[in-house]
């Protein structure tokens, strides 16, 4: 049985690593299945991710209202 891990992949596409949780069976050949990861990229929704990560947390409306 595979479990699942983390695997980390490098875009040359956008050059940013980005992770992949996948259970790999011990058939899979890895090189092919990374680049084909890489390949898969979706480019700009991780540069938006990472532009969202970047930001400051905002503060939630809800919370703050209530809290006052
Ligand atoms: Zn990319």
Do not use: G
Request: charged letters at 25%.
């Amino acid at each position: 049985m595979a479990s699942v891990k983390r695997y980390r992949i490098f875009c040359h596409k956008c050059s940013h690593h980005f992770a992949v949780f996948a259970a790999l069976y011990h058939t899979v050949n890895m090189a092919q299945w990374m680049k084909e990861k890489a390949e898969a990229h979706d480019c700009k929704a991780h540069a938006d991710a990472l532009a969202k990560a970047r930001e400051p947390r905002p503060v939630n409306p809800i919370k703050a209202s209530k809290k006052s």
